[in-house]
T-cell receptor, first 116, second 111 residues
Framework: GAVVSQHPSRVICKSGTSVKIECRSL??????MFWYRQFPKKSLMLMAT?????????EQGVEKDKFLINHASLTLSTLTVTSAHPEDSSFYIC????????????FGPGTRLTVT | LAKTTQPISMDSYEGQEVNITCSHN???????ITWYQQFPSQGPRFIIQ???TKVTNEVASLFIPADRKSSTLSLPRVSLSDTAVYYC????????????FGRGTSLIVHP
Protein backbone atom coordinates (compact mmCIF):
# COMPACT_ATOMS: atom_id res chain seq x y z
CA GLY A 1 0.00 0.00 0.00
CA ALA A 2 0.88 3.64 -0.28
CA VAL A 3 3.29 4.86 2.37
CA VAL A 4 3.33 8.31 3.95
CA SER A 5 6.06 9.39 6.35
CA GLN A 6 6.29 12.32 8.72
CA HIS A 7 9.29 13.92 10.30
CA PRO A 8 9.93 14.47 13.12
CA SER A 9 7.84 11.98 15.04
CA ARG A 10 7.99 14.18 18.11
CA VAL A 11 9.37 17.62 18.84
CA ILE A 12 9.61 19.83 21.87
CA CYS A 13 10.12 23.54 21.34
CA LYS A 14 10.09 26.70 23.39
CA SER A 15 7.25 29.15 23.23
CA GLY A 16 7.79 31.73 20.49
CA THR A 17 9.87 29.54 18.21
CA SER A 18 8.82 27.97 14.92
CA VAL A 19 8.64 24.29 14.10
CA LYS A 20 8.54 22.62 10.70
CA ILE A 21 6.86 19.25 10.13
CA GLU A 22 7.44 17.31 6.93
CA CYS A 23 5.02 14.96 5.23
CA ARG A 24 6.31 12.75 2.43
CA SER A 25 4.64 10.32 0.09
CA LEU A 26 7.28 7.62 -0.32
CA UNK A 27 6.02 5.47 -3.18
CA UNK A 28 3.50 7.65 -4.96
CA UNK A 29 2.98 11.21 -6.03
CA UNK A 30 0.52 13.40 -4.19
CA UNK A 31 -0.84 16.56 -5.75
CA UNK A 32 -3.01 16.97 -2.68
CA MET A 33 -2.22 16.34 0.95
CA PHE A 34 -4.27 17.07 4.03
CA TRP A 35 -3.14 18.29 7.43
CA TYR A 36 -4.96 17.48 10.66
CA ARG A 37 -4.48 18.12 14.33
CA GLN A 38 -5.76 15.87 17.05
CA PHE A 39 -6.13 16.55 20.75
CA PRO A 40 -6.17 13.72 23.29
CA LYS A 41 -9.24 11.49 23.00
CA LYS A 42 -10.66 13.67 20.26
CA SER A 43 -11.20 13.12 16.57
CA LEU A 44 -9.01 14.43 13.78
CA MET A 45 -9.68 18.04 12.93
CA LEU A 46 -8.88 19.03 9.36
CA MET A 47 -6.67 22.10 9.27
CA ALA A 48 -5.94 22.59 5.59
CA THR A 49 -5.64 21.11 2.15
CA UNK A 50 -2.15 21.32 0.72
CA UNK A 51 -2.02 21.69 -3.06
CA UNK A 52 1.15 21.07 -5.04
CA UNK A 53 2.25 24.23 -6.78
CA UNK A 54 -0.44 26.45 -5.36
CA UNK A 55 -1.63 27.95 -2.10
CA UNK A 56 -3.09 25.80 0.60
CA UNK A 57 -6.78 25.96 1.41
CA UNK A 58 -7.39 26.49 5.12
CA GLU A 59 -10.42 25.42 7.10
CA GLN A 60 -12.44 28.02 8.88
CA GLY A 61 -10.82 29.13 12.09
CA VAL A 62 -7.30 28.01 11.15
CA GLU A 63 -4.85 30.91 10.96
CA LYS A 64 -2.96 30.68 7.70
CA ASP A 65 -0.21 33.00 8.93
CA LYS A 66 0.38 30.81 11.94
CA PHE A 67 0.25 27.45 10.20
CA LEU A 68 2.28 27.87 7.04
CA ILE A 69 1.88 25.12 4.48
CA ASN A 70 4.18 24.59 1.52
CA HIS A 71 3.70 21.84 -1.06
CA ALA A 72 6.72 22.40 -3.26
CA SER A 73 6.94 18.96 -4.86
CA LEU A 74 4.72 16.00 -5.65
CA THR A 75 6.08 14.08 -2.68
CA LEU A 76 6.56 16.68 0.04
CA SER A 77 4.33 19.00 2.00
CA THR A 78 5.51 20.94 5.03
CA LEU A 79 3.59 22.49 7.90
CA THR A 80 5.37 25.21 9.85
CA VAL A 81 3.90 26.25 13.17
CA THR A 82 5.12 29.81 13.63
CA SER A 83 5.58 31.51 16.97
CA ALA A 84 4.38 28.40 18.73
CA HIS A 85 2.52 28.64 22.03
CA PRO A 86 1.61 25.94 24.53
CA GLU A 87 -1.93 25.76 23.13
CA ASP A 88 -0.42 24.62 19.82
CA SER A 89 0.76 21.45 21.51
CA SER A 90 -1.03 18.66 19.73
CA PHE A 91 -0.68 15.62 17.48
CA TYR A 92 -0.32 16.66 13.85
CA ILE A 93 -1.13 14.17 11.10
CA CYS A 94 -0.97 14.36 7.32
CA UNK A 95 -2.66 12.25 4.69
CA UNK A 96 -2.74 11.82 0.94
CA UNK A 97 -4.78 9.78 -1.54
CA UNK A 98 -2.75 7.15 -3.44
CA UNK A 99 -3.97 8.63 -6.70
CA UNK A 100 -5.35 12.04 -7.47
CA UNK A 101 -9.09 12.21 -6.88
CA UNK A 102 -9.44 8.97 -4.95
CA UNK A 103 -11.21 9.13 -1.60
CA UNK A 104 -9.20 6.67 0.47
CA UNK A 105 -6.41 8.31 2.39
CA UNK A 106 -3.05 7.08 3.55
CA PHE A 107 -1.85 8.71 6.71
CA GLY A 108 1.50 9.56 8.14
CA PRO A 109 2.40 8.27 11.60
CA GLY A 110 1.86 11.69 13.12
CA THR A 111 4.04 14.27 14.85
CA ARG A 112 3.68 15.00 18.55
CA LEU A 113 4.39 18.70 19.17
CA THR A 114 4.96 19.93 22.68
CA VAL A 115 5.47 23.64 23.23
CA THR A 116 6.97 24.59 26.61
CA LEU B 1 -21.15 16.66 2.57
CA ALA B 2 -22.72 13.52 3.98
CA LYS B 3 -22.65 13.48 7.77
CA THR B 4 -21.94 10.22 9.54
CA THR B 5 -23.14 8.95 12.91
CA GLN B 6 -21.52 6.10 14.80
CA PRO B 7 -21.82 4.72 18.31
CA ILE B 8 -19.30 6.43 20.56
CA SER B 9 -18.05 3.22 22.09
CA MET B 10 -18.40 -0.55 21.98
CA ASP B 11 -17.09 -3.40 24.07
CA SER B 12 -16.37 -6.94 22.97
CA TYR B 13 -14.39 -9.99 23.96
CA GLU B 14 -11.61 -11.82 22.23
CA GLY B 15 -12.80 -14.22 19.56
CA GLN B 16 -16.13 -12.52 19.01
CA GLU B 17 -17.34 -10.90 15.82
CA VAL B 18 -17.80 -7.15 16.09
CA ASN B 19 -20.14 -5.14 13.93
CA ILE B 20 -19.90 -1.35 13.93
CA THR B 21 -22.67 0.50 12.14
CA CYS B 22 -22.40 3.94 10.61
CA SER B 23 -25.41 6.00 9.58
CA HIS B 24 -25.11 8.31 6.58
CA ASN B 25 -28.68 9.23 5.70
CA UNK B 26 -27.82 11.91 3.18
CA UNK B 27 -25.24 9.94 1.23
CA UNK B 28 -24.97 11.10 -2.38
CA UNK B 29 -25.10 8.92 -5.46
CA UNK B 30 -21.38 9.14 -6.15
CA UNK B 31 -20.23 8.76 -2.55
CA UNK B 32 -18.03 5.90 -1.40
CA ILE B 33 -17.88 4.65 2.18
CA THR B 34 -14.46 4.30 3.75
CA TRP B 35 -13.43 2.96 7.15
CA TYR B 36 -10.25 3.68 9.07
CA GLN B 37 -8.69 2.32 12.24
CA GLN B 38 -6.63 4.43 14.60
CA PHE B 39 -4.48 3.36 17.53
CA PRO B 40 -3.39 5.91 20.16
CA SER B 41 -0.61 8.22 19.02
CA GLN B 42 -0.64 6.83 15.48
CA GLY B 43 -2.09 8.04 12.20
CA PRO B 44 -5.27 6.31 11.02
CA ARG B 45 -4.98 3.23 8.84
CA PHE B 46 -7.21 2.52 5.85
CA ILE B 47 -9.26 -0.64 6.46
CA ILE B 48 -11.82 -1.01 3.70
CA GLN B 49 -13.90 0.91 1.17
CA UNK B 50 -17.14 0.12 -0.60
CA UNK B 51 -19.93 1.54 -2.70
CA UNK B 52 -22.71 -1.03 -2.40
CA THR B 53 -23.53 -4.58 -1.26
CA LYS B 54 -20.60 -6.33 0.36
CA VAL B 55 -16.86 -5.92 0.27
CA THR B 56 -14.42 -8.24 1.99
CA ASN B 57 -10.67 -8.13 2.43
CA GLU B 58 -8.19 -9.91 4.67
CA VAL B 59 -9.01 -7.64 7.59
CA ALA B 60 -12.74 -6.93 7.54
CA SER B 61 -16.02 -6.99 5.69
CA LEU B 62 -18.19 -4.04 4.82
CA PHE B 63 -21.91 -4.50 4.41
CA ILE B 64 -23.92 -1.82 2.62
CA PRO B 65 -27.71 -2.16 2.24
CA ALA B 66 -29.47 -1.25 -0.97
CA ASP B 67 -30.48 2.23 0.21
CA ARG B 68 -26.86 2.94 1.24
CA LYS B 69 -28.02 5.04 4.19
CA SER B 70 -25.91 3.01 6.55
CA SER B 71 -22.98 0.63 6.48
CA THR B 72 -21.61 -1.97 8.85
CA LEU B 73 -17.98 -2.77 9.40
CA SER B 74 -17.58 -6.37 10.49
CA LEU B 75 -14.44 -7.54 12.26
CA PRO B 76 -14.29 -11.34 12.55
CA ARG B 77 -12.91 -12.92 15.72
CA VAL B 78 -11.42 -9.82 17.28
CA SER B 79 -8.31 -9.88 19.41
CA LEU B 80 -6.96 -7.46 22.00
CA SER B 81 -4.97 -5.74 19.26
CA ASP B 82 -8.20 -4.66 17.57
CA THR B 83 -8.81 -2.22 20.43
CA ALA B 84 -8.82 1.08 18.57
CA VAL B 85 -11.01 3.90 17.31
CA TYR B 86 -12.84 3.20 14.05
CA TYR B 87 -13.96 5.98 11.75
CA CYS B 88 -16.46 5.91 8.92
CA UNK B 89 -16.13 8.54 6.17
CA UNK B 90 -18.32 9.19 3.16
CA UNK B 91 -17.39 11.07 0.02
CA UNK B 92 -17.11 11.08 -3.75
CA UNK B 93 -13.97 10.63 -5.78
CA UNK B 94 -12.82 13.60 -7.77
CA UNK B 95 -10.83 16.70 -7.11
CA UNK B 96 -13.10 18.31 -4.55
CA UNK B 97 -13.18 15.57 -1.91
CA UNK B 98 -12.27 16.76 1.59
CA UNK B 99 -11.93 13.92 4.11
CA UNK B 100 -13.70 14.99 7.29
CA PHE B 101 -13.73 12.87 10.40
CA GLY B 102 -16.59 12.40 12.81
CA ARG B 103 -16.20 11.22 16.39
CA GLY B 104 -15.55 7.58 15.55
CA THR B 105 -16.27 4.47 17.58
CA SER B 106 -13.94 3.46 20.36
CA LEU B 107 -13.81 -0.33 20.42
CA ILE B 108 -12.43 -2.03 23.50
CA VAL B 109 -11.73 -5.74 23.27
CA HIS B 110 -11.56 -7.53 26.61
CA PRO B 111 -9.69 -10.74 27.38
Amino acid sequence: GAVVSQHPSRVICKSGTSVKIECRSLDFQATTMFWYRQFPKKSLMLMATSNEGSKATYEQGVEKDKFLINHASLTLSTLTVTSAHPEDSSFYICSAPPESGRTEQYFGPGTRLTVT
Amino acid sequence: LAKTTQPISMDSYEGQEVNITCSHNNIATNDYITWYQQFPSQGPRFIIQGYKTKVTNEVASLFIPADRKSSTLSLPRVSLSDTAVYYCLVGASGGSYIPTFGRGTSLIVHP
